[in-house]
């Protein structure tokens, strides 16, 4: 769990309403830069909100028909709605939400949410022109990719504790992809679709650690799955917190260190966590379905298409469907017993 003080959230912070030379400059040396205003949040947050009322409202009638939930709660906010239904059913519902499969135990029926606002997020023009000023114009959307919806963490029981549902442990993204990805320059964009603020949750990066090695990671707990960075082998530098509002982008660099707080607000706090790479470099998880969103030189390898994303993500699950993880590679090259996690 991220212990430390609170951190600075002003002086110092990578964050610019232009990505000009200046702002590209100031990326290379932080490993992470905040751009505001990029989206366009009636065009590309608004319809992912619309879509997820939807799911939730479908989740609650099924668990309200299944006997799980003493009312459907139509009348209630997002939020609150969310509450009350994990409240009284205890469903693991990020797994309903998130738009990719675990890393392990896939069937037939694992839950996905693959719906069309998500996709048209993930080809977002306006995120694509930020992504290309950074990595260039041929662009892989990289499979690792979430959404995570956090109800205020004293509602989560903490053996239920996990990077979606709570606060996330110092990581790199590298650290939590296959050694295939560690030449690819892969990109991790965070964004908000609720405001994100240092009391429900924004995350916190440490400045320049992407200029060091990857950091060793070891499990959380003997308990969990999640991967964490140990205190001492964090970077030096002091954390900087970045509370975000709807339309701003995070960038990080694929070694900078990063965690998020905790919710303590009385509201869900609501983010998506993409990834792009150059075409032609390896994801990091080969067994997932990684796309072309952008290609000056072959533009006929686009995909424009939600149903075929879709599929490629329902042809995955089919694929690995009862196929125990270690056969198709678990995305994880620590091991359980490192003396250097003692
Ligand atoms: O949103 C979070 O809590 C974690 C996000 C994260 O680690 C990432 O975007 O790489
Ligand atoms: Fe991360």
């Given at each position: 769990?991220?212990?430390?003080e ?36 009636e ?37 609150k ?8 059913t205890?469903?693991?519902?990020e ?126 707990s ?8 140990p ?20 960038f ?75 056969q ?15």
């Open positions: 769990m991220v212990t430390l609170r951190p600075e959230t002003g002086i110092g912070v990578a964050r610019v309403q232009k990505l000009d030379a200046a702002a590209l400059e100031r990326w290379r040396e932080e490993g992470y830069l905040v751009v505001e205003g990029v989206l366009d949040v065009r590309d947050i608004t319809p992912v909100v619309r879509e997820y009322e939807r799911l939730l409202d479908e989740l609650c009638r099924t668990w309200h028909a299944q006997g799980k939930l003493a009312s459907p709660y139509a009348d209630l906010p997002f939020g709605r969310l509450s009350r239904a994990l409240g009284e205890g469903e693991k519902y797994r309903y939400i998130d738009f990719a499969l675990p890393q392990s135990g896939i069937r037939e029926d694992t839950p996905i949410h693959l719906g069309p606002a998500v996709f048209h997020m993930l080809t977002s023009p306006r995120l694509l022109d930020a992504v290309e000023r950074l990595i260039g114009p041929e662009i892989v959307c990289n499979p690792i990719h979430h959404t995570r919806i956090k109800v205020p963490q004293r509602e989560v029981p903490e053996e239920r504790w996990n990077s979606h549902t709570a606060a996330t442990d110092w990581h790199q993204d590298q650290g939590v992809a296959l050694p295939e990805q560690d030449e690819s320059n892969v990109l991790t964009v965070w964004l908000p679709v609720t405001e994100a603020t240092v009391e429900n949750g924004c995350l916190i990066v440490l400045p320049r650690s992407h200029t060091g090695e990857l950091a060793h990671h070891c499990l959380v003997p308990a969990k799955k999640g991967l964490h960075i205190d001492k082998y964090l970077a030096p530098e002091q954390p900087v917190a970045l509370p975000m509002k709807p339309g701003d982008l995070l990080m660099h694929r070694r900078t260190m990063h965690a998020s707080l905790a919710n303590e607000s009385g509201d869900i706090r609501w983010s998506m966590d993409l990834r792009y790479n150059p075409i032609g470099e390896p994801t990091g998880r080969p067994a997932f379905p990684a796309f072309v969103a952008r290609s000056k030189a072959h533009p006929e390898r686009v995909l424009r298409d939600p149903g075929k994303w879709a599929q490629l993500w329902l042809d995955t699950r089919k694929k690995l469907a009862g196929v125990p993880s270690d198709w590679s678990p995305f994880n090259r620590w091991s359980k017993d490192s003396e250097l996690c003692a």
